[in-house]
Structures are given as C-alpha cells and as structure tokens.
C-alpha cells in the first residue's frame, strides 16, 4: 500500500530505538571516578547516627570510620570529604577548636591515612561547624570580619596539611583567603596539598538538612548574604572564579548544584578549569523523600547526577555516591 504524505529522510528517532545504540551515541555518561563521598564525623565510639532531616545518611564516630573509607575504596571512589559535628562546649565566638589538632577533623585524617593509601582526602576550611553563632568567620559587632577570618583560616589549612589533608576546600567565602592560604602552604613545604575553591557558594535555601547534620543550624544568627553569593546573580560568579583561580586555587566548587547549572556551564566555558559541583543536603533529601512516598522513580538520582555532568562538572560531592556506585548498572 502506497502511503500517503511526505516524511523526513532525517529521523532522530533511528538513533533512540535501542539500548544499544541509545548508549553508542550518549554524549555524557557517569562513573565512580565522578563521585565523591561526604562523611559526618562525631564524638564518642562506636556511634552510627542517623541524621532526621537526610533519611538514609549517617554520622560516624572516628571509631567506625574505617568502614565507610573502606566500603568508599572498595568501589573505587577517588574521594572523601570529611565534615564534623562539634560538641557545643568546644564552640566559641573564634572558632577556636578548628585549630586544635586533636580535634575530629584532625583525628579522623590521621587514623585515615595510617590505614587507607589510595583514597582521596578534602577537608572544608571555614569555621561554621567550631563558632558558637554558626558562621564561617568572626563576628565582630554583628559582623563578620574577613581578614581576622583569614588569620584562622591560613593556620586551620596548615593544621590540615599537616595531618594528611590532600585537599584543602576553603568554604567560607571571604576575600582573598585563597592567596593567602595558598602562600602559607607554599612556604611550609605543602606544595603539593591541591586547593579546591568554592568559588561559587550561593546564600541558598538548600542548606538546612547539612547544617542539622553539623548542628550548626540551632546556633546560626542571622543569616550568611554578606559573604556567600546573593542568587539573583550570575555574572558575578565569573569575578568570583578569575580572582581564585589568579590566587592559586586547582579547582572549583560551585554549590549547591542542580539549582545553578546555568553557573556550572558558565564557569566551564569560561575558564576551562575542573569544576566540582555539590550535589546538597536540600537535594538530596527532596530526592530521598519523593522516592520514599514514591513521587518519584529512583532512576531520578542517576538523571539528577548526569545533568550536573552535562553542565560541565568534573567530578560531583554527593550523598548518593555510595549508592549510585553499587548501583551504577542498574540505574543506566
């Protein structure tokens, strides 16, 4: 039967109409080397708690670390990014106890490394998790202050070289601590400790579930917009990167992430250098909980993760790293 009508001779669909040929032509995939692996320390031993406001993740004790370092290099994720929860006596308006070198960080990085050789360690260095008001710097008259910050930001990241840190993650966002930091690791003989910025940390909404699993957020006055980024803006962020990357920084991090893909791609077109993106609490636990009261499919991690890949992230801080390795087949 002769059919009536004109049709294309170009068809999209011919190179959609088979696994195998839908995954020939995929122009962005995802894999382990991807992946890295956020974990909350605590005090005490033998804890594994459970973080109400992120379903399905935990908080270690220094004790029981080993575990999730060894189940993280098992499945040959390249990196772990450690996070602590301090005791509210050990707090104070300076942050005091991020320079204390038995604190968590500094325990947890140095039984890491006596154990565990072929994995990736970051260390965040801000002061958010040790001041009693829950910011990142000293607040001086309702302010926080940025060079009296960098002043304890340089001494916490040479406090972390020192107990094994590979890379430091300067997270604060105050002006110019980058070249500061980077000149006091150069001058100590850490030349070789990797400088990942965020470069890009917006004053998001998405924060909440991270900052209970640190227990910041009951002590947090005010809020962060003098420092962090307001998110009306864009081009802002190219201004934020140039002056990094001019001050040593390796890489950077763009925070959150799948709200600021636009920024991702931006970056990357823009300055060709490896980008991190952070996948955050306040994503996952909206992915965590529309899976849950099943809203949606759980394929929704794996197309959430590729985006941020489409964008231009070379590598993604994510809370579904472990799970996503285990189960990278499946959910392609």
Known sequence: MKLLGKYPSTRMRRIRNSDWIRRLVAENNLSVNDLILPIFLTEGSNKKESIKTMPGFYRYSIDRIEGIINQAQKLKIPMVALFPKVLKNKKDNM??????????????????????????????????????????????????????TIEILVQQALLQAEMGADIIAPSDMMDGRIGKIRKALDTNQYTNTKIISYAVKYASNFYGPFRDAIGSKSNLKGDKKTYQMDYKNA??????????????????????????????????????????????????????????????????????????????????????????????????
Do not use: W
């Open 95 to 148: 942050g005091n106890e991020a320079l204390n070198e038995k604190n968590l960080i500094c325990r947890a990085l140095k039984r890491i490394k006596k154990n565990s050789k072929n994995i990736g360690i970051m260390c965040d260095v801000a002061l958010d998790p040790y001041t009693s008001h829950g910011h990142d710097g000293v607040l001086i008259n309702g302010e926080i202050h940025n060079d009296k």
């Open 235 to 332: 081009n802002e962020s190219l201004r934020e990167v140039a002056l990094d990357i001019k001050e040593g920084a390796d890489m950077v991090m763009i925070k959150p992430g799948l709200p600021y893909l636009d920024i991702i791609r931006m970056v990357k077109d823009t300055f060709r250098i490896p980008i991190l993106s952070y996948q955050v609490s306040g994503e996952y636990a909206l992915i965590q909980n529309g899976i849950k009261n099943k809203i949606i499919d759980k394929k929704a991690i794996i197309e959430s993760l590729i985006s941020l890949k489409r964008a231009g992230s070379a590598g993604i801080v994510t809370y579904f790293a472990i799970e996503v390795a285990k189960n990278l087949r499946k959910f392609n």
